[in-house]
């Protein structure tokens, strides 16, 4: 069969790694992917949000199955034009999608359906916001409503932060639209675990968990960026905790979701805290997460390509999700000064040191052919070194000697990603 992935970042790298796996895939194309996709796919130079080319090319090359990495797209609709001109399309319509798309639709509907997050407030404007402040309790989180990269997440401390991060959000607009409204949030304590999980619109898998480092410098300090390492399995995300999960959370959200006539096809991303009162939803996205994508796929047993079919024909019941019983470790190597300012277009060596390995792995996040067909830096986030291990611990150290094998000039990177196991 023939297959399109949309997307040019890590995640779709790692995506189409696995596709590459299955036998059951003659061809793959990307759209518009990176230097690192295009050792497994034809990359294409249509944009993400072109819906109607990407649907114009899945119907010329007679693509089988189409998926879309990235939240823009999902959120945007593109499910939608696919479906209506016949296409096979993995991921969420829009009216599902808005899951990601609207912080405050999702807190709506948990606490609508009674699903464990935390209290909160919707404001539709920055005097409503400060108006509101005046009663809150410190620290406080302020989320733009919208996509925002990641980024739209603001912890406040002090009265004085809430007011400029409200400045921030919904009067100099720094995220865009996405700060039209937003969500105030009471702050959480815990550990941060991410579980990834497919859907069908009634069943749900989820797979082994991950956890995320956000800030960009060492000890959790510094601004928040896309990503800058993951880990999994979380060894905090105990039987007990999945159990809890599964009953009051997995579950009931996709029901919730069918309930509210928008059933859910696609990749659920459920953010979790870990709180002293128990397992908490701080967010949900749309697709696989980046970099989580790059230590759970590489850890999968299933054939990619089955599980989606399965998630698009509503037979995700016939599926037995299996993981290795391993450890994976994804550290980011960036340019450095991300995510403020930073300059792209160094050749990136060593990449031949990965090929033909099962035990590491390099996925692209950032990069292209330049004019000479030298493979170079061509973003913030730049590559992702993946390691297994058959412990965490292992893995940790894997994936760090994995490091020393590629480089580029201003190659910056995280030195402690997976500490946190050794607090296990």
């Known amino acids: 069969m023939k297959v399109l992935i949309v997307g040019s970042g890590g995640r779709e790298h790692a995506i189409a790694w696995a596709v590459a796996r299955s ?159 937003m969500v105030i949030e009471e702050f959480m304590t815990g550990r941060e675990v991410s579980v990834l999980s497919f859907c069908d619109g009634r069943t749900i898998r989820p797979m082994t968990s991950a956890q995320d480092h956000k800030r960009a410098g060492d000890g959790d300090t510094g601004l928040n960026t896309g990503g800058m390492g993951t880990f999994s399995p979380s060894p905090f995300y105990t039987e007990e905790v999945d159990k809890f999960c599964r009953e009051h959370i997995y579950q009931r959200t996709v029901d919730a979701m069918a309930a509210e006539g928008r059933p859910f096809v696609g990749i659920i991303f459920f953010g979790l805290m870990l709180t002293p009162n128990g397992p908490r939803v701080l967010e949900y996205n749309c697709r696989f997460g980046d970099p989580e994508a790059q230590v759970v796929i590489p850890r999968m047993k299933n054939d990619m390509i089955e599980v989606m079919e399965a998630c698009v024909e509503g037979r995700l019941d016939e599926v037995d999700l299996r993981f290795e019983d391993n450890a994976a470790v994804c550290v980011v190597l960036a340019s450095d000064g991300y995510p403020v300012s930073y300059k792209k277009g160094f050749e990136i060596t060593g990449l031949e040191n990965f090929k033909g390995r099962d035990d590491a792995f390099v996925f692209h996040a950032g990069s292209k052919f330049d004019e000479q067909g030298r493979i170079v830096t061509n973003g913030g986030r730049v590559l992702g070194v993946t390691a297994l291990g058959k412990t965490l611990v292992e893995a940790r150290a894997n994936a760090y000697k994995a490091t020393e094998l590629v480089n580029f000039e201003n190659k910056y990177m995280r030195h402690d990603i997976g500490k946190a196991i050794d607090e296990a």
């Open 23 to 181: 036998p059951k895939v003659e061809k793959i194309y990307c759209a518009p992917g990176n230097a690192g996709i295009s050792e497994f796919a034809e990359c294409v130079p249509i944009g993400a949000m072109e819906f109607d080319r990407l649907a114009a090319f899945a119907a010329e090359k007679g693509i089988d199955l189409t998926i879309i990495g990235m939240d823009d797209p999902l959120v945007g609709g593109i499910v939608d034009v696919f479906e209506a001109k016949g296409l096979k399309v993995f991921g969420p319509r829009k009216n599902a999608a808005i899951l990601e798309g609207s912080k405050a639709f999702s807190k709506d509907l948990m606490l609508k359906y009674n699903i464990p997050t935390a209290g909160y407030r919707t404001v539709y404007s920055a005097e409503e916001a400060r108006e509101y402040l005046k009663t809150a309790s410190f620290p406080i989180v302020l989320k733009a409503d919208g996509l925002a990269l990641g980024k739209g997440v603001l912890i406040c401390n002090t009265p004085e932060e809430a007011d400029a991060g409200v400045a921030e959000i919904m009067e100099t607009k720094k995220f865009g639209s996405a700060g039209d409204k």
